[in-house]
């Protein structure tokens, strides 16, 4: 037996409100599902994230639609569950996977929370919020019981454990019961393979780069999704990559040498096939901020689908160490005081509005709270 273990795909997120990078969310998709029917695995597990948002835009239903189909028609068939983004935090709301049963999609859920196909016991829970951790080891125990006759077993979940996210995990290592073979895991973004009471603990991490922190993760183990062989006395697990539609530029420059790295990087972004993403922070002395960010945008905006540059000044220095010291963690204290509204996007956008506005970096403020505004509350 052999399966594909992929997790947040995330479909529908705009990011930086470009459709251009809705679009490649949904060629990754696309690509990804062409991957499968190539690999002929017998059953595909996605294990949360599938939208970006409990109510999705169409587009992104239809693609999930269309992907479906083609892997009904190559008989593969798919078990998901939902992710924290694809839940609805109200009471009784139904998750958007719903409408895929009736092409084969099963889904994992409190009704079903468990199926079993050749004999491999596949079971799991949707994402559980940390306020319910108690609600979530019961289910963790149910699984244990119910799968105890099987001879392979698969538990999917979608949730943050602390050796792996250690400030915002629901689930402690030693609350997961050992015993089965596999950890089909979602919700962390990276790419995680790792050994969990003689089975394997997997993250198969997102499958495009939706913050900008993934990029080191991506450059080191690639995006896409894990093939498992299920013969023999351990899983065995191989990635599989999927090549992403553009890439991300993280750099830095020192506004001495400006101009110097603007032709660099002009250089290196002529050979890339499609226009990237560039996160550049400018840093070093006492520079005006709209003149170095009009250098940019005169060299380079017409290059890359976005650009996303971030000044350093010196002088703020010593500003930045009475915000930032100890004692007095303002992003620490902003998160507790968010805590309560169990959004993370909104929690992360608090965050780093702060240190946007702290640094002076109005326009770019501006920006994020408008992308924000657009994705989570414009439909
Ligand atoms: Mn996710």
Do not use: C
Request: glycine fraction near 6%.
């Amino acid at each position: 037996m052999q399966f594909a273990h992929l997790s947040d795909t995330h479909l529908g997120y705009r990011q930086y409100g470009l459709f251009e990078r809705e679009k490649d969310y949904y060629n990754v998709f696309q690509d990804l599902v062409s991957s499968i029917i190539q690999e002929r695995p017998d059953f595909v597990l996605h294990a949360g994230d599938l939208f970006e948002f409990s109510r999705p835009p169409t587009q992104a239903l239809l693609e999930v639609q269309k992907g479906l189909i083609r892997l009904k028609e190559a008989k593969i068939p798919v078990y998901a569950i939902a992710g924290n983004h694809d839940i609805i935090m109200k009471k009784n709301a139904l998750p958007p996977h719903l409408l895929f049963q009736e092409l084969g999609l099963k889904i994992i859920s409190p009704r079903t929370p468990f199926y079993e196909q050749d004999d491999i016991f596949i079971g799991g829970s949707p994402y559980i919020s940390r306020y319910h951790a108690d609600t979530l080891k019961e289910k963790l125990k149910l699984l244990e019981k119910e799968s105890a006759g099987y001879n392979k077993r698969i538990m999917v979940l979608h949730q943050g454990i602390d050796k792996y996210l250690p400030y915002e995990y629901e689930l402690e290592l030693a609350d997961i019961p050992e015993g089965f073979d596999y950890y089909a895991l979602g919700h962390i973004h990276s790419r995680i393979v790792d050994d969990y009471g003689g089975g394997k603990m997997v993250y198969p991490g997102s499958t495009e780069i939706w913050k900008m922190d993934e990029v080191e993760n991506y450059q080191k183990k690639g995006k896409g999704y894990y093939l498992v062989d299920t013969h023999g006395e351990s899983f065995q697990v191989d990635p599989v990559n999927i090549e992403l539609p553009r890439e991300f530029i993280k750099t830095r420059a020192e506004y001495s040498h400006l101009e110097r790295e603007i032709v660099k990087l002009q250089d290196y972004i002529h050979k890339l096939k499609s226009k990237p993403v560039l996160h550049l922070t400018v840093s070093g002395g006492n520079f005006s901020r709209a003149e170095a960010y009009q250098k940019l945008n005169d060299s380079l905006s017409e290059m890359v689908l976005s650009l996303r540059p971030n000044f350093q000044i010196d002088e703020l220095d010593a500003e930045k160490k009475m915000v930032d010291g100890p004692g007095l963690d303002i992003p620490t204290l902003l998160r507790e005081h968010l805590k309560e509204t169990d959004n993370k996007p909104l929690i992360d956008m608090g965050v780093v509005l702060f240190k946007e506005i702290a640094e002076g970096n109005m326009d770019t403020a501006q920006k994020i709270s408008q992308k924000f505004l657009e994705e989570y509350y414009d439909y």
